[in-house]
């Protein structure tokens, strides 16, 4: 049998960080139609409308401050000027929903945990929104 360096573990040790759950986030599905869209942002595309309504309604939203509506509000004229053409936008609008928890992977490092209803109703109204916004991205590609 080979030797083992260093000392032999302790037999009582414990694990401090077992409390996983301590931050996890709980999260329902909301119901209505969110937060309306401010006039004042001057939104021209229908993508960028898109974009601040499905983020307005979704599961995050329950939790946000004004700060947070604030910072959607400054999103949604980045994502604007991206449909606009200003395609270098793309990376910043990715590191911003991405500390919304906008994709799966984004969730589980922020410890969001969804209800199965939540997760299907956001994959329906995903494959409703994906086909305009293919017809949309493929409008603007193609210019």
């Not at 307005?56 to 959607?72: F, I, K, N, R, Y």
């Not at 936008?89 to 939540?118: K, P």
């Amino acid at each position: 049998m080979p030797t083992r360096r260093g000392p032999a573990p302790d037999p009582n040790a414990r694990r401090r960080n077992t409390n996983h759950a301590l931050g996890e986030h709980k999260l329902t599905p909301t119901s209505g139609e969110g937060r309306a869209l401010p006039k004042a942002l001057g939104i021209a595309t229908s993508g960028a409308k898109r974009f601040w309504r499905t983020w307005s309604c979704s599961p995050q939203t329950q939790h946000w401050l004004e700060t947070d509506w604030a910072e959607l509000e400054l999103t949604t004229k980045l994502v604007d000027a991206f449909y606009e053409g200003n395609v270098r936008l793309a990376g910043e609008i990715r590191q911003r929903v991405g500390r919304w928890g906008a994709t799966t992977e984004d969730r589980a490092r922020l410890r969001m945990d969804f209800s199965q209803q939540a997760e299907q109703e956001a994959a329906a109204a995903a494959q409703e929104a994906a086909t305009d916004l293919d017809e949309e991205l493929f409008k603007m590609l193609s210019e």
